[in-house]
Protein backbone atom coordinates (compact mmCIF):
# COMPACT_ATOMS: atom_id res chain seq x y z
CA UNK A 1 0.00 0.00 0.00
CA UNK A 2 1.01 3.46 -1.08
CA UNK A 3 1.19 6.12 1.87
CA UNK A 4 0.66 10.08 0.48
CA UNK A 5 2.65 12.65 2.83
CA UNK A 6 2.64 16.45 2.46
CA UNK A 7 5.27 17.46 -0.42
CA UNK A 8 6.84 19.89 2.04
CA UNK A 9 8.82 18.25 4.35
CA UNK A 10 11.64 19.41 2.47
CA UNK A 11 11.87 22.72 0.44
CA UNK A 12 11.67 22.09 -3.74
CA UNK A 13 15.03 24.11 -3.84
CA UNK A 14 16.78 22.14 -1.29
CA UNK A 15 15.64 18.57 -2.84
CA UNK A 16 16.41 19.90 -6.27
CA UNK A 17 19.68 20.69 -5.13
CA UNK A 18 20.07 17.60 -3.33
CA UNK A 19 19.25 15.55 -6.56
CA UNK A 20 21.79 18.27 -8.80
CA UNK A 21 24.67 17.22 -7.06
CA UNK A 22 24.24 13.78 -6.76
CA UNK A 23 23.75 13.27 -10.54
CA UNK A 24 27.00 15.62 -10.87
CA UNK A 25 28.73 13.16 -8.50
CA UNK A 26 27.26 10.16 -10.02
CA UNK A 27 28.55 11.39 -13.65
CA UNK A 28 31.94 12.19 -12.04
CA UNK A 29 31.97 8.49 -10.78
CA UNK A 30 32.11 7.26 -14.10
CA UNK A 31 36.09 8.29 -14.48
CA UNK A 32 37.09 5.70 -11.61
CA UNK A 33 34.58 3.14 -12.29
CA UNK A 34 35.91 2.43 -16.35
CA UNK A 35 40.04 3.29 -15.18
CA UNK A 36 38.87 0.45 -12.85
CA UNK A 37 37.00 -1.89 -14.90
CA UNK A 38 40.04 -1.18 -17.62
CA UNK A 39 42.56 -2.39 -14.94
CA UNK A 40 40.30 -5.44 -13.66
CA UNK A 41 39.86 -6.66 -17.81
CA UNK A 42 43.43 -6.67 -17.95
CA UNK A 43 44.43 -7.81 -14.20
CA UNK A 44 41.81 -9.82 -12.66
CA UNK A 45 42.05 -10.55 -9.32
CA UNK A 46 40.78 -14.18 -9.32
CA UNK A 47 43.53 -15.32 -11.67
CA UNK A 48 45.87 -14.70 -8.71
CA UNK A 49 44.07 -15.59 -5.85
CA UNK A 50 40.81 -18.08 -6.94
CA UNK A 51 37.27 -17.71 -6.54
CA UNK A 52 37.09 -18.35 -2.54
CA UNK A 53 39.31 -15.77 -1.38
CA UNK A 54 38.92 -13.13 -4.63
CA UNK A 55 35.21 -13.16 -2.89
CA UNK A 56 36.85 -12.62 0.33
CA UNK A 57 38.94 -9.63 -0.60
CA UNK A 58 35.57 -8.04 -2.65
CA UNK A 59 33.34 -8.43 0.71
CA UNK A 60 36.04 -6.95 2.89
CA UNK A 61 37.14 -3.94 0.39
CA UNK A 62 32.84 -3.21 -0.49
CA UNK A 63 32.04 -3.09 3.22
CA UNK A 64 35.46 -1.50 4.51
CA UNK A 65 35.27 1.15 1.93
CA UNK A 66 31.38 1.62 2.12
CA UNK A 67 31.63 2.18 6.00
CA UNK A 68 34.71 5.48 5.41
CA UNK A 69 32.13 6.73 2.77
CA UNK A 70 29.38 6.56 5.63
CA UNK A 71 31.61 7.77 8.24
CA UNK A 72 33.13 11.12 6.33
CA UNK A 73 29.20 11.57 4.47
CA UNK A 74 29.08 15.26 5.39
CA UNK A 75 32.98 16.14 4.14
CA UNK A 76 35.01 16.18 1.14
CA UNK A 77 36.62 13.53 2.26
CA UNK A 78 33.27 11.24 1.86
CA UNK A 79 33.82 12.28 -1.91
CA UNK A 80 36.99 10.63 -1.97
CA UNK A 81 36.34 7.89 -0.56
CA UNK A 82 33.15 7.29 -2.99
CA UNK A 83 35.63 7.57 -5.73
CA UNK A 84 38.01 5.17 -3.91
CA UNK A 85 34.38 2.81 -3.89
CA UNK A 86 33.61 3.55 -7.43
CA UNK A 87 37.13 2.59 -8.21
CA UNK A 88 37.21 -0.94 -6.69
CA UNK A 89 33.91 -1.76 -7.91
CA UNK A 90 34.85 -0.70 -11.21
CA UNK A 91 38.04 -2.90 -10.85
CA UNK A 92 35.53 -6.19 -9.38
CA UNK A 93 33.43 -5.72 -13.05
CA UNK A 94 35.91 -5.71 -14.99
CA UNK A 95 36.77 -8.81 -15.35
CA UNK A 96 32.87 -9.41 -16.85
CA UNK A 97 33.60 -6.72 -19.30
CA UNK A 98 36.48 -8.58 -20.30
CA UNK A 99 34.71 -11.90 -20.17
CA UNK A 100 32.24 -10.23 -22.94
CA UNK A 101 34.75 -8.77 -25.10
CA UNK A 102 36.91 -12.00 -25.29
CA UNK A 103 34.80 -14.38 -25.57
CA UNK A 104 31.82 -13.17 -27.91
CA UNK A 105 32.02 -11.88 -31.31
CA UNK A 106 29.72 -9.28 -30.87
CA UNK A 107 31.32 -8.71 -26.91
CA UNK A 108 31.46 -4.93 -27.77
CA UNK A 109 27.84 -4.75 -29.25
CA UNK A 110 26.83 -6.71 -25.96
CA UNK A 111 28.39 -4.28 -23.45
CA UNK A 112 27.38 -1.23 -25.61
CA UNK A 113 23.59 -2.72 -25.23
CA UNK A 114 23.82 -3.02 -21.26
CA UNK A 115 25.25 0.46 -20.78
CA UNK A 116 22.04 1.98 -23.13
CA UNK A 117 19.77 -0.07 -21.21
CA UNK A 118 20.76 0.58 -17.71
CA UNK A 119 21.15 4.81 -18.92
CA UNK A 120 17.82 4.38 -20.60
CA UNK A 121 16.36 2.67 -17.50
CA UNK A 122 17.76 5.13 -15.37
CA UNK A 123 16.15 8.41 -17.28
CA UNK A 124 12.65 6.77 -16.96
CA UNK A 125 13.06 5.63 -13.20
CA UNK A 126 14.16 8.78 -12.34
CA UNK A 127 11.60 10.92 -13.94
CA UNK A 128 9.07 8.57 -12.73
CA UNK A 129 10.30 9.03 -9.08
CA UNK A 130 10.30 13.33 -9.30
CA UNK A 131 6.85 13.37 -10.52
CA UNK A 132 4.92 11.09 -9.08
CA UNK A 133 2.59 11.99 -6.67
CA UNK A 134 2.70 8.53 -4.48
CA UNK A 135 4.95 7.81 -1.44
CA UNK A 136 7.33 5.24 -2.92
CA UNK A 137 9.90 5.74 0.02
CA UNK A 138 8.07 4.59 3.04
CA UNK A 139 10.29 2.48 5.55
CA UNK A 140 8.17 -0.90 4.48
CA UNK A 141 8.84 -0.45 1.09
CA UNK A 142 12.47 0.40 2.25
CA UNK A 143 12.83 -2.52 4.07
CA UNK A 144 11.56 -4.95 1.59
CA UNK A 145 13.89 -3.67 -0.96
CA UNK A 146 16.94 -4.33 1.25
CA UNK A 147 15.90 -8.00 2.29
CA UNK A 148 15.45 -8.76 -1.55
CA UNK A 149 18.37 -7.19 -1.93
CA UNK A 150 20.69 -9.03 0.59
CA UNK A 151 18.96 -12.19 -0.26
CA UNK A 152 20.11 -11.97 -4.22
CA UNK A 153 23.85 -10.77 -3.32
CA UNK A 154 24.29 -14.09 -0.98
CA UNK A 155 22.47 -15.91 -3.93
CA UNK A 156 24.75 -14.76 -6.63
CA UNK A 157 28.12 -15.01 -4.48
CA UNK A 158 27.33 -18.74 -3.78
CA UNK A 159 26.57 -18.95 -7.65
CA UNK A 160 29.97 -18.48 -8.26
CA UNK A 161 31.04 -21.45 -7.28
CA UNK A 162 27.75 -23.43 -8.50
CA UNK A 163 28.02 -21.49 -11.88
CA UNK A 164 23.84 -22.69 -12.57
CA UNK A 165 22.44 -21.04 -15.49
CA UNK A 166 19.04 -21.46 -14.33
CA UNK A 167 19.82 -19.03 -10.94
CA UNK A 168 22.00 -17.13 -12.79
CA UNK A 169 19.35 -15.94 -15.23
CA UNK A 170 16.27 -15.65 -12.24
CA UNK A 171 19.28 -13.51 -10.07
CA UNK A 172 19.94 -11.27 -12.89
CA UNK A 173 16.15 -11.05 -13.42
CA UNK A 174 15.29 -10.44 -9.85
CA UNK A 175 18.29 -8.19 -9.85
CA UNK A 176 17.01 -5.35 -12.29
CA UNK A 177 13.52 -5.49 -10.45
CA UNK A 178 15.37 -4.88 -7.18
CA UNK A 179 17.57 -2.59 -8.51
CA UNK A 180 15.24 -0.46 -10.33
CA UNK A 181 12.49 -0.34 -7.13
CA UNK A 182 15.60 1.09 -5.17
CA UNK A 183 16.53 4.11 -7.68
CA UNK A 184 12.87 5.27 -7.44
CA UNK A 185 12.73 4.66 -3.92
CA UNK A 186 16.18 6.45 -3.31
CA UNK A 187 15.04 9.21 -5.54
CA UNK A 188 11.55 9.69 -4.04
CA UNK A 189 13.21 9.65 -0.50
CA UNK A 190 14.72 12.59 -1.79
CA UNK A 191 12.28 14.65 -3.27
CA UNK A 192 9.69 13.93 -0.27
CA UNK A 193 12.98 14.86 2.47
CA UNK A 194 13.66 11.68 3.87
CA UNK A 195 17.71 12.48 2.21
CA UNK A 196 19.26 15.24 1.71
CA UNK A 197 22.89 14.07 1.95
CA UNK A 198 24.13 13.67 -2.03
CA UNK A 199 26.98 11.82 -1.10
CA UNK A 200 24.85 8.75 0.32
CA UNK A 201 22.34 8.92 -2.65
CA UNK A 202 24.87 9.07 -5.13
CA UNK A 203 27.04 5.75 -3.71
CA UNK A 204 23.32 3.63 -3.23
CA UNK A 205 22.37 4.77 -6.56
CA UNK A 206 26.12 3.62 -8.23
CA UNK A 207 25.31 0.66 -6.52
CA UNK A 208 22.06 0.08 -8.30
CA UNK A 209 22.94 1.12 -11.89
CA UNK A 210 26.06 -1.24 -11.44
CA UNK A 211 23.92 -4.20 -10.68
CA UNK A 212 21.62 -2.91 -13.71
CA UNK A 213 24.65 -3.18 -15.95
CA UNK A 214 26.00 -6.10 -14.66
CA UNK A 215 22.33 -7.83 -14.84
CA UNK A 216 21.85 -6.40 -18.06
CA UNK A 217 24.82 -8.06 -19.43
CA UNK A 218 24.51 -11.17 -17.99
CA UNK A 219 21.30 -11.63 -19.86
CA UNK A 220 22.07 -10.25 -23.36
CA UNK A 221 25.64 -12.90 -23.34
CA UNK A 222 22.89 -15.53 -22.44
CA UNK A 223 20.67 -14.46 -25.14
CA UNK A 224 22.33 -12.85 -27.62
CA UNK A 225 25.97 -13.68 -26.99
CA UNK A 226 27.54 -15.22 -30.23
CA UNK A 227 30.15 -17.45 -28.85
CA UNK A 228 33.56 -17.00 -31.13
Do not use: C
Not at 76 to 86: D, E, Q, R
Not at 133 to 146: E, T, V
Not at 159 to 165: C, D, E, K, L
Amino acid sequence: MMYSIPATSMPAAKANRVLRNSYMLLAITLLPSIAGAYLGALFPLMAQLGGIMTVVVFLGAMFGIQSMVIKNRHSVAGIGWLLLFTFVMGYFTGPLVGFALGSFSNGAELVAMAIGGTAALFFILAGYATVTKRNLASPSIGKMLMIGMVMLFAISLMNIFIQAPAVMLAVSTLFILIASGFIVFTINNVVRGGQDNYIMVTMTLYIMLLNLFQSLLHLLMMFSGNRE
